[in-house]
């Protein structure tokens, strides 16, 4: 239901119905830090239908819960919205250096900054 490439171009992730997000990578011209293949990386809260990926992955949909992913999958934080208030989150992208997300939700957008000092 769901697809994005990594900032280097050499992978990518995709979401599915059975709230399941995989991870693809492609062999690039450098080598690449992860293995070529593809795996599992992360059972999600809901079915993820908006994801992006940047200095984390992160990862949203109907239940208006926010979780970053590391590129292994495992859990680095989550934020949990009201669905009362935020009805759905339809859009996450990330801006060029990864740092700052804008999760778009019926009628808002949360920006959700990453701090280098903290790694949070």
């Known amino acids: 239901v769901s697809i994005c490439a990594s ?11 059975d709230f399941s997000i995989f991870r693809f990578v492609f062999e690039g011209e450098d080598g690449g830090s992860l ?8 059972q999600h809260t809901c079915i993820p239908m908006s994801m992006s990926w940047g200095e984390h992955i992160a ?20 934020f949990d919205y009201d669905v009362k208030d935020d009805r759905e989150h339809t859009v996450v992208a990330v801006n060029p250096s990864g740092q700052t997300v804008a999760v778009a939700a019926r009628d808002k957008i949360r920006l959700l900054n990453f701090s280098l000092k903290s790694r949070k």
């Open 59 to 78: 990862v949203s949909g109907p239940d208006c819960i926010v979780t970053f992913y590391d590129r292994a999958g495992h859990t680095m934080q989550t």
């Open 35 to 42: 293995p070529v293949g593809s795996s599992r990386i992360a």
């Open 7 to 17: 900032p280097d171009g050499n992978a990518i992730i995709t979401g599915h119905s």
